[in-house]
C-alpha cells in the first residue's frame, strides 16, 4: 500500500488515481485483517487522497468496518460490471468477491457460539442454500472452527474446553517428572549402597596389554 500521490508516468498510461483506489481497496478486504484495513486505507493520507477519487469505495470500506457486509456485499455486486470492463481487474473480480466475502463471514461468525444459518444468510442478503455452502467450505479448509447442524440449519463453534487441555498437558507432564525422579533416587539409592557397575574383565585386560604395548 505505498504509493505516492504522483503516479510519476503511470497516470493514464497503467493506472489512473481512480484505479488505484478500486485495486487497493478490493485488495486489502480480500487479504488484509480488520485493524490493517484501517490503518492501510483511512489512516494513510495518501491513500485517502486516491478514496476521493472513487467514494463508493469509502462507502465499502466504512460499511466493511461495521460489520454492515450485506452493505458491503450489495455495493460489490451494484459496480460489477464497471470492474467487469476493467482489464487489469476483470479476470480476479470473482476470487476477489469471493474472498472478501469469505473474511466478512469469519468475521461475523466470530463472537457467536452458535447462530441459525438463516440469520447469517440474511445479514449477507444470501439464501439459506449459499449461505451454508460457504460456511462448510469455510469449515473444510479451516477457517471457521465449527460444524453445521443441517437439520436444525445451525452453525455451532466447536467447544474448546481449555480446562480439560490444561488438565491433560499437567497431567503429562508430571508423569515425565515423576519418572525423572524415579531414575535419581535409583541412582543415589546404588551409590549409597556402594554398588558401581565395572566394565567387563577381558575388556579390562585388553586395555592393560594395549597399554603395555605401547
Same mark, same amino acid.
Given at each position: 500500500?505505498?504509493i505516492?500521490? !504522483?503516479?510519476?508516468g503511470w $497516470? &493514464?498510461?497503467?493506472?489512473s488515481?481512480?484505479d488505484?483506489a478500486?485495486?487497493?481497496?478490493?485488495?486489502a +478486504?480480500?487479504?488484509f485483517?480488520?485493524r490493517?484495513v484501517?490503518?492501510?486505507?483511512l489512516?494513510s493520507?495518501?491513500?485517502?487522497?486516491?478514496?476521493?477519487?472513487?467514494?463508493y469505495?469509502r462507502?465499502i470500506?466504512?460499511a466493511?468496518?461495521?460489520?454492515k457486509?450485506?452493505?458491503?456485499?450489495?455495493?460489490?455486486?451494484?459496480?460489477?460490471?464497471r470492474?467487469l470492463?476493467d482489464n487489469?481487474l476483470?479476470?480476479?473480480v470473482?476470487?476477489? !468477491?469471493?474472498?472478501?466475502? $469469505? &473474511?466478512?463471514l469469519v468475521?461475523?461468525?466470530?463472537?457467536?457460539?452458535?447462530?441459525?444459518l438463516?440469520? +447469517?444468510?440474511e445479514a449477507?442478503?444470501?439464501t439459506t442454500?449459499?449461505?451454508?455452502?460457504?460456511?462448510?467450505?469455510?469449515i473444510?479448509d479451516?477457517?471457521?472452527?465449527?460444524?453445521?447442524d443441517?437439520?436444525?440449519k445451525?452453525?455451532?463453534?466447536k467447544?474448546l474446553?481449555?480446562?480439560?487441555e490444561?488438565?491433560?498437558r499437567?497431567?503429562?507432564?508430571?508423569?515425565e517428572?515423576a519418572?525423572?525422579?524415579?531414575?535419581l533416587l535409583?541412582r543415589?539409592?546404588?551409590?549409597?549402597?556402594?554398588v558401581?557397575?565395572?566394565a567387563?574383565?577381558?575388556?579390562h585386560?585388553?586395555?592393560?596389554?594395549?597399554?603395555?604395548?605401547?
Amino acid at each position: 500500500m505505498k504509493i505516492g500521490k !504522483v503516479l510519476q508516468g503511470w $497516470d &493514464r498510461k497503467v493506472a489512473s488515481p481512480s484505479d488505484i483506489a478500486i485495486y487497493g481497496t478490493l485488495c486489502a +478486504l480480500a487479504t488484509f485483517e480488520r485493524r490493517q484495513v484501517k490503518v492501510a486505507l483511512l489512516e494513510s493520507e495518501t491513500f485517502t487522497y486516491y478514496l476521493e477519487q472513487e467514494p463508493y469505495m469509502r462507502d465499502i470500506i466504512d460499511a466493511y468496518l461495521a460489520s454492515k457486509f450485506r452493505t458491503v456485499l450489495a455495493l460489490l455486486e451494484r459496480y460489477s460490471a464497471r470492474h467487469l470492463l476493467d482489464n487489469l481487474l476483470n479476470s480476479h473480480v470473482k476470487t476477489l !468477491v469471493k474472498l472478501i466475502k $469469505d &473474511r466478512a463471514l469469519v468475521l461475523y461468525f466470530g463472537p457467536f457460539s452458535s447462530i441459525r444459518l438463516e440469520s +447469517l444468510a440474511e445479514a449477507f442478503g444470501l439464501t439459506t442454500e449459499e449461505t451454508e455452502k460457504n460456511v462448510v467450505s469455510l469449515i473444510q479448509d479451516g477457517s471457521i472452527r465449527g460444524r453445521v447442524d443441517s437439520h436444525n440449519k445451525i452453525l455451532k463453534a466447536k467447544d474448546l474446553d481449555h480446562r480439560t487441555e490444561l488438565f491433560l498437558r499437567a497431567t503429562k507432564t508430571g508423569k515425565e517428572i515423576a519418572a525423572a525422579n524415579r531414575k535419581l533416587l535409583y541412582r543415589l539409592r546404588l551409590q549409597e549402597a556402594d554398588v558401581v557397575v565395572k566394565a567387563p574383565k577381558t575388556i579390562h585386560m585388553e586395555n592393560i596389554n594395549y597399554g603395555s604395548a605401547m
